[in-house]
């Protein structure tokens, strides 16, 4: 079933406090930093995954372009939705955010590069990484961008699990991969992506862990 605002109130548990400007600081870079690293697996896999973050992978392997400018270029659409639904210090946390997911995928690639990796072993895990990075920024009043945006405002707004809002938006990305992937890198990166949103929705739930 699902859960609505007025079932579990979108409010502070009971003794909670805030998050102070540094917390906010140091969970932005760390979050962003996890879901670069997870980026950067990803493409080392030549994987695709669900989102603005697929859209970016698709775009990518047609123009061999760099991802990281390209996912933050492909976001610049949803910053606009952000700043109208959620307002300007959402969208200000998210641009900052997604310019340093970004800046990260290409500072791992520069300082860490691999070789050869497991594909599908890499893809798990890196949509793992993503996935944590993801609940890190949404704890802290902000997101990855692109479809990240919408299903917090969906989770905000409507109590709909970020989750499971994100999942279903995931799934039309994926179709479209097949255009820049073969099947077998399709469906593993179909269970990454799963395993990505498994995560945010156990995770991240309305009500909890908010500011």
């Not at 799963?194 to 991240?204: D, G, P, Q």
């Amino acid at each position: 079933m699902t859960e609505t605002a007025e079932e579990e109130p979108l409010v502070p548990a009971a003794g909670s406090r805030g998050h102070s400007p540094f917390e906010d600081v140091v969970a932005l870079v760390t979050g962003s930093a996890i879901m670069g690293f997870g980026l950067y697996l990803l493409h080392t896999a030549a994987a695709v995954t669900g989102g603005v973050a697929g859209l970016a992978f698709i775009f990518t392997y047609l123009s061999g372009g760099n991802l990281g400018l390209i996912f933050f270029l492909v976001n610049i659409p949803f910053y606009a939705f952000a700043l109208w639904r959620m307002g300007w210090r959402f969208t200000l946390r998210t641009v900052l955010t997604v310019f340093m997911i970004s800046l990260f995928a290409n500072l791992h690639e520069r300082f860490m590069p691999f070789d050869a990796v497991n594909q599908p072993w890499a893809i798990v895990f890196a949509s793992a990484c993503v996935g944590l990075g993801m609940i890190v920024v949404f704890r802290h009043n902000s997101s990855a961008g692109g479809f990240g945006i919408v299903a917090v405002w969906a989770q905000e707004k409507l109590g709909l699990r970020a989750g499971y809002v994100q999942l279903s938006l995931d799934a039309i990305v994926l179709a479209l991969s097949f255009l820049v992937a073969d099947p077998i890198t399709v469906l593993y990166s179909i269970a990454g992506v799963v395993v990505l949103n498994v995560i945010i929705a156990m995770n991240h739930k309305p009500g909890r862990y908010r500011p």
